[in-house]
Each structure stands twice: as C-alpha cells, then as structure tokens.
C-alpha cells in the first residue's frame, strides 16, 4: 500500500522569504500523480500545485515551485516570497494513475502547519 | 458558480441518533468521495463512488453509509453504530478515476452532544 509521509508537524517562516516543505512517499506504481493542498483556517482544502509522475520538469504556479525526485520518492513544496495569507495546513497527497477500484484515491500525509511571521 | 455544496456547515447529534450530510457537486464530475479528518491526522476515506449506484468502502467505512442515486449527489449518514463521529467531514469530487484533480467541498463539522 501506498504511504505519504510529511516529516515537519510544523515549520514557520518570515514574510517575504522563503519556506521549503518536505514530502515522501512510498509506492511501487511507476505511473502516480501527486499533490500539494494547502487548508486555511476555514478548514477548505484547496489545490495548490499537482505533478505528474512521468513528467521530470517540475511543476510550478506563480510563487509555488516543487522539488520531485522520483528516485529518491521525494516531493518538497517550496514557496517563494512568502505572504500572510500562506499561513495554513499543507498537505501532500499521492494518487496512482490507475484506473478503477481504490486505486485513484487520494492518501494524504498528516500536512505541516505553516505560520508566516510578519 | 460551480462547485461542491455541502450542508449542513455545522451539525450536532445527539447519543444514538443517525444524522446526514449533504454534498452536491455541479461540475459534472463522475466520481464523488467523502473524507473524514480528525486533528493531527492527515484525511482518510470513508467512502467514494465512481458512477451512480455504485460506490466501495473505502477505509474507515464502518458506522457511516452512503447512497449514489444521482450523479450530483453523494449524501454521507452517520450512524448510531459510529462509536466517535465528532469530526470535520469533507466531500470532493473529480471528474474521472485516475490523473484528474480531487476536488473538494467547504467541509462539514459534526458534533456529539
């Protein structure tokens, strides 16, 4: 069965700066597609950035950029110039690409809580 | 607008009673699922459903039931056999099994008085 482990229950970053987020996973699927959501207070998770297994460029959206080393299972979410309102739960999630069953649901890590300093 | 509604926002259940919640989903999107988080707990599946009328246990199904009767609507019971239901309940949908992106509702908090 498939595993997302997110190592930091908590990490804190001064605004403007920048804050890199860990991520691993185990699987022995070759074809996945993993996630970053982020929570705010209101409790909605929403999507932050997705990559695709088979594709070796890494995702990016706007100030939002992850590290993906299939190899290594590794999926790190880095975010640049760092705002208030990213203040939130960030989860990380994993997908496999196959078709029926359980297959498609998400697993999620136990998310890092971000707190931005002003 | 489209989305995933779900409602009510906040619900208290009372010792033995079966409660429901709603989730309704405009995006034409064929697979639904329901996700239960508990604090310092990532989500976990309760149930999901891949097309009407059809839908799987997924891994803490026990104490809660699920109906599929139409493809915008998944409502989630709680049961009374459901020995801890206080949580916060989240809905989502997707438009096909597979890469496509998990989308979710606002989430619903329930509560046992």
């Known amino acids: 069965a498939q595993t997302v482990t997110q190592s930091q229950p908590e990490m804190s970053v001064q605004e403007a700066e920048t804050v890199t987020l860990s991520c691993t996973y185990d699987t022995s699927e070759s074809d996945y597609y993993l996630f970053w959501y982020k929570q705010p207070p209101s409790r909605q998770m929403i999507l932050v950035i997705r990559q695709e297994a088979y594709k070796q460029q890494n995702a990016t959206e706007n100030r939002f950029s992850v590290n993906f080393q299939k190899a290594a299972k590794s999926f790190s979410l880095k975010i640049s110039d760092s705002q208030l309102g990213d203040a939130a739960m960030y989860f990380c999630?994993?997908?496999?690409?196959?078709?029926?069953?359980?297959?498609?649901?998400?697993?999620f890590g136990k998310g890092t809580k971000l707190s931005v300093k002003p | 607008d489209g989305g995933i509604t779900q409602s009510p926002k906040y619900l208290f259940r009372k010792e033995g009673q079966n409660v429901t919640l709603s989730c309704e989903q405009n995006l034409n999107h064929d697979a639904m699922y329901w996700y239960r988080q508990d604090p310092g707990q990532g989500l976990r599946l309760i149930y999901y459903?891949?097309?009407?009328?059809?839908?799987q246990k997924g891994d803490i199904a026990e104490g809660y039931s699920v109906s599929r009767e139409k493809k915008e609507s998944f409502p989630l019971t709680v049961t009374s056999a459901q020995k801890n239901p206080t949580a916060f309940y989240l809905c989502?949908?997707?438009?096909?099994?597979?890469?496509?992106?998990?989308?979710f509702g606002e989430g619903s908090w329930l509560t046992v008085v």
């Open positions: 999630a994993y997908r496999s690409a196959r078709y029926g069953g359980s297959q498609g649901n998400l697993i």
């Open positions: 989502a949908s997707s438009a096909r099994d597979g890469g496509n992106t998990i989308y």
């Open positions: 459903s891949q097309i009407v009328n059809d839908f």
